[in-house]
């Protein structure tokens, strides 16, 4: 396989399509949270595959087991011998995933014939979507010579680390003013 290069490109057309990706986003999350906040949960960890791996409490409920700690608050999944647990399961499995930045990348176009390896390290494309001081949605894409990508110039726009590095740091700054108490 050939070199990979991490090219990251700036969502400038079809925003419809990103637009559709962060309401799904959106409401996978919701829905998440709100099963979180019913169990008395104070958090969780998603999966890879955009469900949830595990919730965090201040103490394990009846029909979880621990599995581990951050921050002072206790790790769960549910215990699957149990009926709690077994429902508890279920329940997560129910609900809806967040989709992928795969799913954005390749609606976009992006769709290789396998995956970006190099060094026997695998590449995934991967996306940031900043609303300070300006909502804007970038994509990080794995580039190789033969993933056969041309990217459509009216969609998305190639653009170097340095202006990609200066949005995060713009969006970082207005929201920490924000969350200080700053004046709009």
């Known amino acids: 396989m050939s070199k990979v290069f991490v090219t990251t490109y700036e969502v400038i057309g079809a925003l419809e399509l990103a637009h559709a990706h962060y309401a799904a986003v959106d409401a996978a999350k919701a829905s998440q949270w709100a099963y979180v906040e019913e169990l008395g949960g104070s958090g969780f960890r998603p999966s890879h595959s955009g469900g949830m791996r595990s919730i965090f409490f201040e103490s394990v409920p009846a029909g979880w087991r621990k599995i581990g700690?951050?921050?002072?608050?206790?790790?769960?999944?549910?215990?699957?011998?149990t009926k709690i647990g077994k429902a508890a399961a279920a329940k997560i499995a129910s609900l809806n995933s967040a989709p992928l930045p795969h799913d954005l990348a390749s609606s976009y176009g992006y769709n290789?014939?396998?995956?970006?390896?190099?060094?026997?390290?695998?590449?995934?494309?991967?996306?940031?979507?900043?609303?300070?001081?300006?909502?804007?949605?970038?994509?990080?894409?794995?580039?190789?010579?033969?993933?056969?990508?041309?990217?459509?110039?009216?969609?998305?726009?190639?653009?170097?680390?340095?202006?990609?590095?200066?949005?995060?740091?713009?969006?970082?700054?207005?929201?920490?003013?924000?969350?200080?108490g700053g004046a709009a």
């Open 69 to 81: 700690s951050d921050n002072g608050k206790i790790e769960a999944l549910p215990l699957k011998s």
């Open 112 to 180: 290789p014939p396998h995956f970006a390896i190099d060094g026997g390290k695998i590449y995934f494309a991967s996306e940031l979507r900043v609303t300070f001081p300006a909502d804007r949605i970038f994509l990080r894409l794995p580039r190789f010579a033969e993933d056969g990508f041309e990217p459509n110039e009216a969609h998305l726009r190639a653009l170097p680390e340095s202006e990609f590095m200066a949005a995060i740091e713009a969006h970082n700054a207005e929201a920490k003013r924000l969350q200080e």
